[in-house]
């Protein structure tokens, strides 16, 4: 006997079902049609978002936020992956679980000191303005909550990618000195 795993009522679960499918097939187009860039340096023209740790549940939230919003979507176990990854692609934002291997004030110090700026943000159970402030003082952009709040995520994402194609990118960096920045 043979199984249908396609849903066979009208009605929301149909709909929701062909969206589905739709986000599936253009996923797999542009996997086959869309190369990813050779060069590091280049602009990327889709965003990109780098989820460092090992939680699951995060990098499946991430994934389907990902596929929503049409985003590329790489994962890394480790700080050295991580740093790795970055200096081979150009990623506009980084989310770096709280939890990671290498500890998440040690990642974000390290990115910070690449010399293309990206922006991170720490992902965490607990957010409270203390958590912000040890984050912004480490040169994390802002820490969100988990389990991830899809909206969250996407205004995270869109501001990043704004301020990545801007330019700001370019010349800003979170060690900067105030004397450099107010030059620019």
Not at 45 to 51: D, E, Q, S
Not at 59 to 84: F, H, P
Not at 92 to 116: K, Q
Request: proline share 5%; aromatic share 8%; with cysteine.
């Amino acid at each position: 006997m043979q199984t249908k795993l396609s849903p066979t009522t009208e009605g929301p679960v149909m709909l929701a079902w062909k969206r589905l499918q739709r986000v599936c097939e253009d996923l797999t187009s542009r996997i086959l049609v869309e190369p990813m860039a050779a060069n590091a340096g280049s602009m990327p023209h889709r965003m990109a978002v780098l989820l460092i740790g090992r939680d699951y549940s995060l990098r499946e939230s991430l994934g389907v936020i990902g596929i929503l919003n049409r985003w590329d979507v790489c994962w890394a176990w480790s700080c050295g992956e991580a740093i790795d990854i970055l200096k081979l692609r150009s990623i506009p934002l980084v989310i770096c679980d709280e939890g990671a291997p290498d500890g998440w004030r040690n990642i974000v110090e390290r990115i910070a000191d690449l010399p293309l700026s990206t922006c991170v943000i720490l992902a965490s159970r607990f957010s409270d303005e203390a958590l912000k402030r040890e984050a912004r003082r480490c040169h994390a952009y802002d820490v969100i909550a988990k389990p991830l709040n899809w909206e969250e995520v996407r205004d995270r994402g869109l501001f990043a990618w704004a301020w990545y194609t801007s330019g700001c990118a370019s010349w800003w960096s979170p060690n900067a000195d105030d004397r450099v920045l107010r030059q620019h």
